[in-house]
């Protein structure tokens, strides 16, 4: 089924995210695994992952430019087909990152409420640069659908979008907003049957 949903897997547990994960397998676009699942289980588990889909890691790097490269490097070589890197760290490290990643994904904007604090203010910037890197992607907050529109008019990216359910985002209008996939955890994986809330979802395009 094509899919638009990545699913978070924010889950310390490994055996209780790889049921999931097979559940759910051939509904989703991608698996994210983050520091939950990679800092109880080790960098391995990203492979196990693979077994149901593809898995892109989110650790955010935002490390001086080498180590973040080498961090890259390390999580592609253990089976990640993509890797998120922060922006705001700055271009360099974003130009090292993209040399190891399959595909690179850069966090222009945040989805909860601090990102008014620091981050907003550079959303922009960091998109239009991410484009000049030759990064696959951004991320952008469903919580503020017309971030989405506003990061993608300016970088041209794809648009990877965080926030819908249960942080308040709604994914039709994400959707609407021009987000081409949507990063989506805890309204799924806690869901009684997490395949048919998927297919909820999907039904709402
Ligand atoms: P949930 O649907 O349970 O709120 O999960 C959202 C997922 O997206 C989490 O894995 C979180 O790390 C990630 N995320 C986010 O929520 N906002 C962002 O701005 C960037 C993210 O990567």
């Known amino acids: 089924m094509e899919s638009n949903i990545i699913l978070a897997l924010d889950i310390e547990e490994k055996e209780k995210a790889l049921r999931v994960a097979e559940d759910v397998s051939g509904y989703v676009k991608a698996f994210k695994v983050g520091y939950p699942l990679i ?9 196990d992952v693979t077994r149901f889909g ?16 080498n961090i890259a490097k390390v999580v592609t070589a253990n089976g990640a087909a993509g890797v998120i890197v922060h922006g705001f760290v700055g271009r360099d490290v974003v130009r090292e990152a993209r040399k190891e990643a399959k595909n ?8 909860h409420p601090g990102n008014a604090d620091y981050l907003s203010g550079l959303s922009e910037r960091i998109a239009v640069m991410a484009k000049e890197e030759g990064a696959d992607g951004i991320v952008a907050p469903a919580t503020h659908p017309e971030r989405i529109k506003a990061l993608k008019r300016v970088s041209g990216l794809k648009v990877l979008s965080p926030g819908v359910g249960t942080q308040g985002g709604s994914y039709r209008e994400a959707v609407e907003s021009g987000a081409d996939y949507l990063i989506i ?3 799924i994986f806690m869901s009684p049957d997490p395949k048919q809330k998927i297919k909820e979802l999907l039904s709402q395009r």
């Open 185 to 187: 955890g805890r309204s």
């Open 104 to 111: 690179l994904y850069v966090v222009a904007e945040m989805s």
């Open 39 to 47: 800092l109880n289980n080790g960098v391995s588990v990203i492979r």
């Open 54 to 69: 593809e898995v892109i890691v989110d650790i955010k790097i935002a490390d001086i430019p080498e180590v973040s490269r």
